[in-house]
């Protein structure tokens, strides 16, 4: 995982969500092809709260080397009750990211309440014919009553 910062102050989490290696065949593809990835990186490290329109805000964007056979991700933003997280809102997109310099962006949004929220991202699918699975979520926000009312 890596932290990437851009002159706007957006920190994105670099996670590498599949990297797979296929073996070479007679026909198979060029081997710099053989071993490629998907990425996803949430766009804020934490939900984003828009007190105006008492919402949350989740944002997420893939990208992959190689387009993937399959790739199913869901974004959702979660709620802390108790010790437990609770789905608030979930979103889920079947399209394939593109290859560079394109990018799939992913958006999740609920109504905003005081308490700690995250953002969690989920990816399955295939590169190659290999399965993947990926899964991380951002870091917590503490949202305040002055910006969103209890629950």
């Not at 957006?10 to 969500?17: D, I």
């Not at 079947?94 to 992913?106: D, E, K, L, M, W």
Request: aromatic share 8%; hydrophobic share 35%; net charge neutral.
């Amino acid at each position: 995982m890596s932290i990437r910062r851009t002159a706007s102050g957006v920190v994105g989490l670099a996670l590498t969500a599949v990297s797979v290696s296929v073996p070479a065949a007679a026909d198979a593809p060029a081997p710099d092809a053989l071993a490629k990835s998907c990425g996803f990186e949430f766009t804020w490290t934490q939900p984003t709260v828009l007190p105006a329109q008492a919402q949350i805000l989740g944002r997420g964007f893939a990208q992959c080397d190689v387009r993937p056979d399959e790739h199913v991700l869901t974004l959702g933003l979660e709620y802390k009750q108790g010790d437990k997280w609770v789905n608030a809102a979930s979103i889920t997109d079947r399209t394939p990211p593109p290859v560079p310099p394109g990018v799939q962006t992913y958006d999740v949004s609920a109504a905003c309440y005081s308490g700690t929220w995250r953002i969690s991202a989920g990816v399955t699918g295939s590169l190659q014919g290999v399965p993947f699975v990926f899964s991380d979520h951002s870091r917590e926000r503490d949202v305040p009553t002055s910006q969103c009312p209890s629950r």
